[in-house]
């Protein structure tokens, strides 16, 4: 799990630096940026990267989570633990959910630029998004490791 972790603060951070690139052949380039509806001139093949990474981060995540849940659950629990492990994936997409819409009402502020527009992308700031998720992924790491440290495993019974 602490593999997918460092996996996953990676592919934000590659996600970012991939809406600079995007944003910088939008308007530098080309001077599309106010153009909502014109088609980016760059290959696609730039989201292979970030969708490959988040690719490995969830079979990193997912089979060492249900894993954990096996073999530290008592016999009892197990059922009920890979049901929680179902519950804890919607509650962050919920949760998910939520930061993007108070990232959306408060990033606005007066006078100042929506870093997640309704319209046009290329007015937006999604690269400070990406940075804000990577610094809550950071925060989860360290969070992982002090658990990880001091945690008891459960005796291996033959």
Known sequence: MGIGFF???LATLVAGFVEIKRKNAAAAAH?????ADTMIPIPIFWLVPPYCLHGMV????????????YDQAPESM????????????????????????????FSAGPGGSNWLPDNNSNKGKLEDFYWVITLLEVFNFVYYLFCA???T?????I
Do not use: C
């Open 7 to 9: 996996i996953f603060i």
């Open 78 to 105: 197990r059922r009920t633990t890979s049901a929680l492990f179902w519950t804890a994936i919607s509650t962050g997409n919920y949760m998910s959910t939520l930061l993007v819409s108070l990232v959306h009402k």
């Open 58 to 69: 969830e079979a990193f995540m997912s089979i060492g989570h249900l894993e954990f849940f």
């Open 153 to 157: 495993f459960k005796p291996i019974q």
């Open 31 to 35: 001077g599309i940026s106010d153009k």
């Open 149 to 151: 440290k001091f945690y």
